[in-house]
């Protein structure tokens, strides 16, 4: 007799495509939020696409997407030039002030920084904008540690109005917008740090006397439902829509694993793709 037909387990189990898993984190934000796409109220998604190769950034294009974050310079000022133009990028990593100008000269299309943590950093980056000619103001976010971790970036909470009141009054090229944080990592409840970045942004709107809108940019892939119960207008998602990330640009005198593409940039002859020699390492 006749063997039955073989299933194979990829058939069964046929992995999601970026399109439907960026699809069902839409849904979710929907639903925790109680607005649909587009609707007033409705927080905005930004693809975290760090370390995530281009062809896969495309996929989500394609399938609507076009507010994306990334974490390093050298990163997104390659991955830039190849997207298409009305891409809105997100700066959300450590910005060291002496990568201000190649950031705002290499990447047009750049829509917002959320992750400036102090007054000079501010000033660098107004300083930037004049530099590379920007006729818009650049949106800027202020990063306050809610976590009091060295380890991680930005102002602490009693820091907050004076680096905001420093971007009002300081740098024209640059536009206030909200407040940004990371929650602990390692913490099964980050509901402290959501919250204190709440109380933050209420303590800089009564003291500077703003009347803007203040945005709150909290929740990532583990997250996100809870932070935009708690507020959040702009939730930042990576691996729930791109999968596992490949392991981090290697470390400064290491030897790292190299893939060479075409092409230089202003001031640099090496351009790779997932990790950079040496002397690139943003």
Wanted: with cysteine.
């Amino acid at each position: 007799p006749a063997s039955p037909p073989q299933t194979s387990s990829s058939s069964i189990f046929k992995p999601m495509s970026i399109a439907e898993k960026l699809a069902l984190v839409r849904s979710r934000v929907e639903k925790a939020s109680g607005c649909g796409a587009g609707e007033a109220g409705a927080p905005r998604l930004v693809a975290v696409s760090k370390l995530m190769e281009v062809p896969l950034l495309m996929e989500a294009y394609a399938a609507g997407q076009r507010h994306f974050g990334e974490n390093y310079v050298q990163e997104i000022c390659q991955k830039a030039p190849q997207m298409p133009k009305d891409i809105h990028w997100h700066f959300i990593g450590h910005l060291q002030t002496n990568k201000c100008n190649q950031l705002l000269k290499t990447v047009s299309s750049l829509h917002m920084v959320e992750s400036v943590d102090s007054a000079k950093l501010a000033t660098a980056l107004d300083k930037a904008c004049v530099a590379s000619k920007r006729s818009a103001k650049l949106k800027v976010m202020i990063q306050v540690n809610t976590s009091s971790e060295d380890s991680k970036s930005g102002c602490e909470a009693s820091e907050c109005v004076s680096v905001v009141q420093h971007v009002l009054d300081k740098c024209p090229h640059l536009e206030f917008v909200g407040l940004m944080t990371i929650g602990k990592m390692g913490d099964p409840n980050p509901t402290p740090y959501f919250e204190l970045l709440c109380e933050c942004r209420k303590v800089t709107v009564e003291m500077l006397g703003m009347k803007q809108k203040v945005e709150l940019s909290m929740g990532m892939s583990g997250d996100f439902e809870l932070a935009i119960a708690k507020g959040s207008t702009n939730v930042r998602v990576g691996s729930t829509i791109f999968g596992s990330r490949p392991p981090k640009p290697a470390a400064a005198g290491g030897v790292p694993t190299v893939t060479k593409i075409p092409g230089d940039w202003e001031g640099c002859g090496h351009v790779y793709t997932v990790t950079w020699c040496k002397e690139c390492i943003p």
